[in-house]
Nanobody
Framework: QVQLVESGGGLVEAGGSLRLSCAAS??????????LGWFRQAPGKDREFVAA????????RYADSVRGRFTISRDNAKNTVDLQMNNLKPEDTAVYSC????????????????WGQGTQVTVSS
């Protein structure tokens, strides 16, 4: 079973930056062939996809709303996946959660089997 723990959330002014990190652990199992992603959910809104990365790190996907501002990366040696968020906007305010599913590339939310507990990001105007 893969366990995911996020960190790095907080309060930042519009135009600022934050870096989220998700530490993944798998009881005795390698995380190879696990794709990792980030989602967010704002109050009163549905959860939405933010970004995802293949196991190799070579294939990355982004939501249109964050492309060019956010960067997802992973370090397989450390079993972490990070989300660098630049030029933050008030509409980026949400609880951010990391997610994982088995598979070398990202297939989509329907395949997610593991979720982190989430970390709050608040962007003030």
């Amino acid at each position: 079973q893969v366990q995911l723990v996020e960190s790095g959330g907080g309060l930042v002014e519009a135009g600022g930056s934050l870096r989220l990190s998700c530490a993944a652990s798998s009881s005795g199992r390698t995380l190879s062939n696990y794709a990792l992603g980030w989602f967010r959910q704002a109050p009163g809104k549905d959860r939405e996809f933010v970004a995802a990365v293949s196991w190799s790190g070579h294939n990355r996907r982004y939501a249109d709303s964050v492309r060019g501002r956010f960067t997802i990366s992973r370090d397989n040696a450390k079993n972490t996946v990070d989300l660098q968020m630049n030029n933050l906007k008030p509409e980026d305010t949400a609880v951010y959660s990391c997610a994982a599913h088995y598979g070398s590339v990202w297939y989509g939310v329907k395949f997610v089997t593991n979720w982190g507990q989430g970390t709050q990001v608040t962007v003030s105007s």
